[in-house]
């Protein structure tokens, strides 16, 4: 496995290089990201990680200073998970001048996370569109508990006429049920039980869903009560039509139970894909 810093040497590596394989991240790799490498895998001949903590989608207040950088470690787990290419850019290589050009995304990134975020997805289509223009992948592997993060992502590719097959990864899950992710970290032992409620919560919504006895509004502001009443501060609780992300309505099929919500300071997310067909 080589490990990369500079858009030149990258670019020189791939030159030649046919069917390539991208898994873009932020580092501090878990059983969720080498999930999306396996899937890489299946698709492509070369795979390449990108590890980048990418500070136009952080807010003035958010994590960047303290997001966990640890490059030593998520290159073994690359390594022995059979990937080609780690592309570590430095910031300055990412954005050698102020990024005055961004993309804009769609109104929907304003909504769930982007209430809370703005800008965020800004930063991130920015970004993405700038591995993706760096690396020229063939296939580029996302999760999807950023359901959002992963709907934006599609609608980059389809409305710039991207030849970028985006391929969806299952969200990978502790044992009890919360999602991975590397924001688990900043959780203390006694937040780090509460935190599978999350899940557990998107469930019950799922389950109310289906009975169909109450609205979906009634479910959203149950379950954000539920919540606080518990200590979390919720950002949001939302069903919304799988395709569109829209808010969902009484005659949609695919549906999805979103959440974002904060133990502590520690911000965490997850879905729930369902069908009432
Ligand atoms: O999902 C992430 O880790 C990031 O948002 C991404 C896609 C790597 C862009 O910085």
């Not at 207040?61 to 780690?86: F, H, Q, S």
């Not at 409620?197 to 009975?211: E, F, G, Q, W, Y």
């Not at 200590?231 to 949001?236: A, L, T």
């Not at 969902?248 to 300071?265: E, H, I, M, P, Y």
Request: neutral net charge; contains cysteine.
């Amino acid at each position: 496995m080589q490990i990369i810093y500079t858009i030149a040497e990258l670019r020189l590596r791939l030159a030649s290089q046919k069917n390539i394989g991208l898994v873009t991240t932020m580092g501090n790799l878990h059983a969720g990201h080498i999930h999306l490498v396996n899937l890489a895998k299946q698709q492509s001949d070369c795979i390449v990680v990108s590890i980048f903590v990418n500070p136009l989608q952080f807010g003035v207040n958010e994590d960047l200073a303290a997001y966990p950088r640890t490059l030593d470690a998520d290159c073994k787990k690359l390594e022995a998970a059979g990937v080609d290419i780690v592309f570590a850019p430095s910031e300055s290589e990412v954005y050698p001048t102020p990024q005055t050009m961004t993309i804009l995304p769609p109104a929907i990134a304003e909504e769930l996370c982007g209430a809370s975020r703005p800008g965020h997805f800004a930063g991130v289509a920015t970004v993405v569109s700038k591995l993706f223009n760096i690396v020229r992948p063939d296939v580029a592997v996302f999760g999807k508990k950023d359901f959002q993060q992963l709907f934006i992502i599609r609608q980059l590719v389809s409305q710039f006429n991207l030849p970028i097959e985006i391929v969806a990864g299952e969200t990978i899950r502790e044992e009890d049920g919360l999602a991975m992710s590397s924001r688990n970290g900043y959780l203390n032992p006694a937040e780090r039980l509460e935190a599978q409620r999350l899940s557990r919560a998107l469930k019950l919504v799922v389950d109310a869903v289906k009975k169909k006895k109450l609205g979906f509004t009634e479910i959203e502001s149950q379950t954000t009560q539920y919540l606080t009443q518990l200590g979390w501060i919720v950002d949001y609780i939302s069903i919304r039509n799988q395709d569109t992300l829209l808010p969902a309505s009484t005659d949609n099929q695919k549906l999805v139970a979103l959440g974002a919500a904060r133990l502590g300071r520690t911000r965490l997310i997850d879905n729930i894909e369902f069908d009432l067909g």
